[in-house]
């Protein structure tokens, strides 16, 4: 391929142009984004080797002694064996754990970001085979908002999309006066979608926003979270306290006759009962807890009252202690407003969190690869992978039941690096350490490759033909193969063939399709069904996998939420018990579980500023989205190595607690609490509170033999444990530390390697 004509691909970051040359991969961005993610700088690293996964390999003690727990995954060497031994063992060990332990003892662990491609689609991918085998235990919900997910069908029925179905960025622009935004609207994050994205509008409607004059007031403890218009002012909150200042807000509203009591009335239920609980929150109540001045809350609140405001929240407050509080709060103070179902105000969660919020799509569905029916009940919550392995057969809440943790003997992981998205990374070692055999598809020797038994190398998106699209953009992208596959690596599907053809039931699986027949059938489905639903042209498979991206016609942008619900509550009810939004909900005050009661509430985190545990570990640690990469996508890419300090990750400190510290800019720190420690390169600026630090996700795990993580992944350091019995969401936003200058010669980072190889 190389020497090639530029063709079309896609990533969650975005569409772009490639192609293969001698002196390597070049990419540009595509013609149709008119604000294109720095990040595609990090494509060409897809064809690094040093980071490859060249051949299949299994754990030397796991081909010496057979499946079994062990302490030793992630510090034993790999044996490369040649395919057809890779698949004669991983059949083997298949048939094996599915005859002893049924389908309820594998766990098809995916995270689904692998592709952008909705063919090679891993977490697709591996869930049609195990369907195909007889099913497998699954997870539910996501590490970005799974709190959120599970809190807003009880409040606004589970037919709203809360995340998806937002007030458009044009009726804001056109209508809102005033934005009070809950961890601001950090566009950093705007650059991603979870489909993939062609055209990155947002930081048009942020300019929209600047030239219409509309107020923004950031709520966050990081200045990087309020967008760079006029408009805006940063208010640094105190970190996790943001449910305090909202309660502190309803009670003003309330107090000073300012709460709209006819949308009360007719559209909410149990506004009494947060009337009378917000009488205990007044401002002097939630200064201390915000550190806001009781004055200022008391500013704010009537401003909101006399503009047009829009509350929005975003996804990083939920994934807290109590997350579940923070939306619920968010929609119960635009509720007292009165605003919910007018243009341009209300409520809205995740502006500024991905890149589609507030974007409209075509409108219709974009195809996908079946992956059958899945017998097996049991599941958990994503966040509690760890919390499964290390109980299995003990209980454990979740959204009102009492569920079981299943036991689980094989892990099979295809898309995804868990060691990104969880946290106490140290327990989740040992966690990895109680199944029986760990399977990893992957391209890269990530850290989850490096902790499998079984390690499958796969193909990159540049090394294959697929689909781009996602719900939430109106294109369509042929993506054509770049280059050809590194060494030993094939497609996922071409895989899992291999594997129902010795399992016996290739059929079944594939359907009688190679992957180029699969990609045909799903395109002129596809193409059948919206040429009929759109009345527009579009091309046959071959032209479009031969083209460029196809342009859908946009819905309008003229969509307000709830508005249908706004303008006729008895005809279009909400599907809650009450049919109103349920700022009380008597389901979930029976449900009896503590940690989540019945309306929302101010309940003080265990680890957070005003704790106790912040007398031997007084910073606190926002662990936020990396700005240069997706996750822990190609960390080793050169736009990522751009925002790391001394060849590691970078954790930002106030002036004057690095200056306590005697630590300078640049210096190499170490970042710790009693669930680990990692080392990061210090960055000084008085963008952050002081008592805060920020130390991103993303850097690939690399432990030292003590356990310390010399790369800088802060989720050796977060507290792996649910939001609430409610939720079980992740918690992975904060935790407390201490910093220190590291003494000597730091150790040099290793992450990005390959790991030791040996003979039989």
């Known amino acids: 391929m190389t020497g090639a004509a530029f063709v079309p691909s896609s990533t969650h970051w975005g569409t772009f142009l490639a192609r293969d040359t001698e002196s390597g991969v070049q990419v540009r961005p595509h013609p149709a984004d008119p604000a294109p993610s720095p990040l595609l700088h990090n494509i060409p690293a897809m064809r690094d080797p040093a980071v490859r996964i060249a051949r299949p390999a299994v754990r030397a003690g796991w081909l010496r002694n057979g499946p079994g727990p062990s302490d030793a995954r992630g510090r034993e060497p790999f044996v490369e064996v040649e395919w057809p031994e890779l698949i004669e063992l991983l059949a083997g060990e298949l048939r094996r754990v599915y005859a002893e332990r049924g389908p309820q003892g594998v766990f098809g662990g995916s995270y689904g970001w692998a592709s952008a491609g909705r063919f090679h689609h891993a977490q697709s991918q591996v869930h049609r085979f195990l369907n195909c085998l007889g099913g497998f235990v699954r997870s539910v919900h996501n590490y970005s908002f799974g709190a959120s997910a599970v809190i807003m069908p009880h409040v606004v029925g589970p037919d709203v999309p809360v995340t998806a179905g937002l007030t458009d960025w044009p009726v804001i622009v056109e209508h809102t006066e005033l934005i009070v935004a809950f961890g601001g609207i950090p566009r950093k994050n705007t650059f991603v979608a979870s489909g993939g994205i062609t055209e990155h509008a947002v930081p048009g409607h942020l300019r929209a926003l600047d030239a219409a004059g509309v107020e923004v007031i950031a709520i966050s403890p990081l200045h990087e979270d309020t967008p760079d218009i006029r408009g805006a002012r940063w208010l640094p909150v105190r970190p996790a306290s943001d449910v305090a200042l909202m309660l502190a807000l309803m009670h003003v509203l309330f107090a000073e006759g300012l709460a709209d009591r006819g949308f009360l009335q007719r559209y909410c239920t149990g506004a009494d009962v947060l009337e009378a609980y917000v009488a205990t929150t007044p401002p002097e109540w939630a200064e201390p807890l915000c550190e806001v001045a009781a004055d200022e809350i008391r500013a704010l609140a009537r401003r909101m009252a006399a503009r047009r405001t829009l509350v929005t929240v975003t996804w990083s407050l939920q994934r807290t202690e109590h997350g579940e509080q923070v939306p619920w709060a968010g929609l119960a103070l635009a509720a007292v407003l009165g605003r919910i179902g007018l243009p341009g105000q209300g409520f809205g969660h995740g502006y500024g969190s991905m890149g589609d919020v507030g974007i409209r799509g075509a409108g219709t569905r974009m195809p996908r690869v079946p992956q059958g029916q899945n017998p097996v009940a049991e599941c958990i919550p994503v966040a509690r992978v760890a919390d499964m392995l290390l109980h299995p057969g003990e209980p454990f809440r979740f959204d009102g039941r009492t569920l079981t943790y299943p036991d ?9 690096n868990p060691f990104h998205h969880h946290q106490d990374l140290n327990r989740l070692r040992r966690a990895l350490g109680r199944a029986e055999t760990v399977v990893v598809h992957e391209p890269f020797w990530t850290p989850m490759a490096k902790h499998a038994d079984i390690v499958v190398p796969v193909t990159t998106p540049l090394e294959r033909t697929d689909i781009g699209a996602a719900s939430s ?23 899992f063939a291999d594997l129902a053809r010795v399992l016996g039931v290739e059929e079944e699986f594939t359907e009688g399709r190679t992957a180029r027949e699969w990609l045909v059938h799903l395109y002129t489905g596809w193409a059948d069904t919206t040429r009929r639903k759109l009345g527009i042209d579009l091309p046959d498979a071959e032209e479009f996998f031969a083209g460029d991206v196809i342009a859908l016609p946009a819905q309008p942008a003229d969509r307000a939420f709830l508005a249908a619900f706004r303008a006729d509550p008895d005809g279009r009810p909400l599907r809650t018990p009450s049919g109103r939004i349920e700022l009380y909900s008597e389901r979930i005050a029976g449900f009896g579980d503590a940690d989540c009661p ?163």
């Open 598 to 760: 019945g309306h929302p509430t101010w309940i003080e985190p265990e680890e957070w500023l005003g704790s106790p545990l912040a007398q031997r570990y007084p910073l606190h640690l926002i662990a936020h989205q990396p700005r240069g990469q997706l996750h822990s996508q190609l960390d080793f890419g050169p736009q990522s190595a751009r925002t790391k300090v001394a060849g590691r990750a970078a954790i930002t400190l106030h002036p004057q607690d690095a200056a306590v510290r005697g630590i300078s800019d640049g210096d190499v720190v170490r970042v710790f609490n009693d669930r680990g420690a990692c080392l990061a390169g210090a960055r000084i600026s008085d963008g952050v509170r002081r008592g805060v630090v920020v130390l991103p996700t993303g850097a690939w795990y690399d432990p030292l033999p003590d356990g310390t993580c010399a790369n800088g992944n802060p989720n050796v350091l977060t507290r792996d444990r649910g939001t609430s019995s409610l939720g079980q969401g992740c918690t992975g936003q904060h935790a407390l530390v201490e910093v220190e200058r590291y003494p000597g010669t730091p150790p040099p980072v290793r992450a990005y390697g390959p790991p030791e190889f040996t003979s039989r």
């Open 408 to 416: 689980i003997a094989l892990v099979y992981w295809a898309g995804g």
């Open 473 to 495: 953009d109106r294109h369509i992208v042929p993506m054509h193969p770049i280059t050809a596959p590194y060494g030993e690596a094939r497609d996922d599907f071409e895989v």
